[in-house]
């Protein structure tokens, strides 16, 4: 099979490298210094005043000090998962692994012991694709879940992936791959029948056939295997396979004419009417994490983090996928708009040039940085692993790659859901984010981030700064550990980009806060009951961890505080402290 994206248009081609926050200077590639002059990005320009009174006052006062045990008995609950808890224990505070993982669960892995399977091997959020079985199947394993979190005291979050309006499509009707041998004559069909037929797939869109012609060529998920159309029947397609390969159940397709994706407008919604019907299942079924599919602008965003809104007091994460040239087009605004972003890589290599991919990946990831948006690198990271147990190395430096550009996260497909060795790919996605993430802090590449200034407002650019020298501080001391105190998450997330050396450890009164804490690089999220009065915060927290043997003498932690204002303490208080156990 030929390259087919290396013949993109050359206006799409400057229009994917080109993801850029703002013209001047360009959120991009290799000056990413900002001088203070980007309005578009909350900068204040030189010699702005601040005006109003923001009713902030700023306590950066350094303590070093004595945290010692008192005589206050220990209340409330500490919800650290056990698998963090373990490790801690274990490895210590540099030990700890920073970048998250996310396991796609399927046929293969559902049972509740193959999903405490996935959670003792580090899984932080369980993927459901919505493309794929019944409502009442995601149903079961939400729930196996949330039993798992409840009684095995896991933290694993729940991610609903929608399938969005794709009309590329097919399915051989069988449970698990296919082979396809080269010269075999396959017949494509909008015809539904139950089960499968010898050499036939089915395709979910009536129309899929219209506008294709005799020569044309048929690819599934971008190159697993390549057909050429021999004969049209009506709205029937008979192909021949020309390069042989492998064909998952609910493969996406693209046709290829003369080397160019053959392009067609058919206009239909991000979200289709099941999407909905799913999205209100996933309400009522409390999952964490809505991944919209097809997102070719941020109004589609929006419009869903509107409608959770209305539906439910908790807080819902509405991530949005990249995997079309359109996205790329708007890159800057559906970033804005989103909760976080999904590297959908396997549908993006179709759309642009597969040499391109990694470059994207790294400006994506970049954006998504400086913009404080969680990001995950999915599809094909382990394929292979789909039937063999180990991985290409190939595959572990594609691996490595993502995490040495800071991503937050690290997704398995098909290894997990459909493979027979999904626990060994998530220990392969383990070890190696673990060695690169060593690799990081020995070569000190924190110096290369220079995140830019998202805030407004005073408060926020005081919230923003504080949270910038706390990570500059803690790298430059050598601190063991980040304490952060935080209601949403906001501060956890700021210290989180700028990637630090410690851990970061969250303390929080708000479940649906700590669960989506669970995607963000560094940051191991603790449910505990936190009052108005900082100090009390601080030193129950403390004595909660040394009761556990989670830290001890000689350890030192720097602490991040943010007190939000109430009858008793009219103004908030904002702190960075270093506090030595002894």
């Not at 274990?90 to 669960?105: D, P, S, W």
Request: proline share 4%; glycine share 8%.
């Amino acid at each position: 099979m030929t390259m087919k994206s290396m013949a993109a248009s050359a206006s799409d081609l400057s229009l994917v490298r080109k993801p850029s926050v703002a013209r001047n200077p360009p959120l991009g590639f290799k000056n990413r210094f900002f001088a203070g002059q980007v309005n578009s990005l909350g900068f204040r320009s030189k010699g702005e005043k601040w005006k109003g009174n923001h009713g902030v006052k700023v306590r950066a006062a350094v303590q070093v000090g004595v945290e010692g045990s008192k005589s206050k008995a220990l209340e409330g609950t500490f919800g650290m998962d056990v698998v963090s808890e373990e490790e801690l224990t274990v490895k210590g505070f540099a030990g700890l692994r920073k970048t998250k993982l996310v396991c796609t669960v399927g046929p293969a892995c559902s049972s509740l012991e193959d999903l405490e399977n996935l959670a003792l091997g580090g899984m932080n959020v369980a993927r459901l694709n919505m493309c794929h079985g019944t409502r009442e199947w995601h149903r079961d394993v939400i729930r196996k879940i949330k039993k798992l979190n409840e009684d095995k005291g896991y933290s694993v979050s729940v991610m609903i992936d929608t399938e969005g309006s794709q009309i590329h499509v097919v399915d051989h009707g069988a449970p698990s791959s296919v082979k396809v041998e080269e010269g075999s004559i396959w017949q494509f069909t909008a015809e539904h029948f139950e089960g499968s037929r010898p050499f036939t797939v089915q395709t979910n869109y009536r129309g899929f056939s219209e506008g294709i012609e005799v020569g044309d060529e048929l690819v599934i998920d971008g190159g697993m295997a390549c057909f050429e159309v021999i004969e049209k029947t009506g709205n029937i397609l008979h192909c021949k396979c020309i390069d042989a390969g492998l064909f998952l159940p609910g493969a996406k397709f693209s046709f290829w004419r003369d080397g160019k994706l053959v392009r067609r407008n058919y206009n239909l919604p991000t979200l289709s009417t099941k999407d909905w019907a799913d999205i209100d299942f996933g309400i009522a079924e409390g999952v964490d994490f809505f991944a919209l599919s097809f997102v070719n602008h941020a109004d589609s965003v929006k419009y869903l983090k509107n409608y959770l809104s209305t539906k439910s007091t908790k807080s819902f994460k509405v991530l949005a996928k990249i995997e079309s040239l359109e996205s790329l087009h708007k890159l800057e605004e559906i970033v804005r708009a989103s909760d976080g972003i999904m590297v959908a890589r396997g549908d993006l290599g179709v759309e642009i040039p597969l040499e391109q991919i990694p470059t994207v990946q790294e400006d994506i990831i970049y954006v998504c940085r400086q913009l404080n948006k969680p990001v995950i690198v999915a599809s094909q990271l382990l394929e292979s692993m789909v039937e063999y147990p180990t991985p290409t190395r190939a595959e572990v430096a594609d691996v490595s790659e993502a995490v040495r550009q800071y991503a937050d996260a690290l997704m398995l497909s098909g290894e997990s859901a459909i493979g027979s060795y999904g626990r060994k790919a998530l220990d392969v996605l383990d070890m190696t984010s673990s060695r690169m993430e060593s690799w990081s802090r020995v070569e000190n590449r924190q110096s290369l981030l220079n995140p830019h200034q998202l805030g407004v407002s005073l408060p926020e650019c005081i919230t923003e700064q504080i949270c910038n020298c706390a990570v500059e501080m803690a790298n430059n001391l050598g601190v063991d550990a980040i304490f952060v105190y935080t209601k949403h998450g906001y501060m956890a997330s700021l210290l989180s980009r700028n990637r630090p050396n410690p851990p970061i450890f969250a303390f929080t009164n708000d479940e649906s806060t700590r669960m989506a804490l669970n995607l963000q690089w560094g940051v191991i999220p603790l449910l505990v009951d936190l009052s108005d009065d900082a100090e009390s915060n601080i030193s129950k927290s403390v004595q909660l961890m040394k009761s556990k043997g989670l830290i001890s003498k000689g350890d030192v932690a720097l602490v991040v505080s943010d007190v939000a204002p109430t009858r008793a303490t009219p103004v908030a208080f904002q702190s960075i402290q270093v506090k030595t156990i002894i």
